[in-house]
């Protein structure tokens, strides 16, 4: 997988330095996880706020140095919990998802350092996909930076899944357009050195388009079950 991302860093002009791997451990048991740590693993991407705390409360203190992502809908009634678990939140879709988030963390005094998060943008426009409409992201992340504990440095999408990774372009594209218009703002506080796009199917594509976080699940644990 890492030479792969490498070589597609490479055809881009990158530094593949500048790409990190999410292994997304969705559905995948504890001890199967651990063996991904074990082989080199240093950021975990989770769909759910429950399955993450548990695998967190098995692994975290045996693998204190791994990053663990949330990149799945945040409910605002989990919101304190995702606030106690993650390291970086992939999904903030709404002003209200952000304020829940915000509040969850001064609830546990978790102000300083502030959270990374990435505002999460619905490039495809299908109904079935959460994220805000490109057109009013500027505006999330104008809200979401403003709010304590929160620190704005990207942009997340799920591009439509495609039988050649090559249509998928044209939807990483956009959101790497849309992160360096909204970079040009010069926003208090807000980064956008983070694209999180990408998945099994089609992440040399995205890594082509700027992608900065892969979130891998297939490639890496083989398919899940149910």
């Known amino acids: 997988m890492r030479e792969r991302v490498a070589a597609a860093a490479r055809r881009a002009g990158r530094d593949p330095g500048e790409v990190r791997l999410v292994a997304v451990s969705k559905g995948v048991p504890p001890e199967t996880v651990r063996l991904a740590l074990e082989a080199g693993v240093t950021d975990l991407g989770e769909s759910r706020v429950v399955e993450g705390e548990g695998k967190r409360v098995v692994l975290g203190a045996l693998f204190p140095e791994v990053r663990w992502h949330l990149i ?26 952000a304020t829940a988030l915000s509040a969850a963390l001064s609830r546990l005094g978790r102000l300083t350092p502030p959270l990374p998060v990435l505002v999460e943008v619905n490039v495809s426009g299908e109904e079935t996909k959460y994220g805000v409409r490109p057109e009013e992201t500027l505006e999330l992340v104008r809200a979401a930076s403003g709010l304590p ?17 090559e249509e998928a372009r044209p939807f990483f594209r956009h959101l790497a357009v849309l992160a360096r218009k909204i970079a040009a703002e010069e926003l208090p506080g807000v980064e956008m050195s983070l694209l999180s796009m990408g998945m099994s199917q089609d992440y040399e594509v995205a890594v082509e388009e700027g992608s900065t976080l892969l979130r891998i699940g297939t490639a890496i644990f083989g398919p899940r079950e149910g």
């Open 149 to 165: 504990g929160l620190a704005v440095r990207g942009l997340m999408t799920l591009a439509p899944l495609v039988r050649d990774a």
């Open 72 to 97: 799945g809908h945040l409910q605002t009634n989990k919101a304190l919990r995702a606030a106690r678990c993650f390291d970086c939140v992939h999904s903030v879709d709404s002003v209200r998802v």
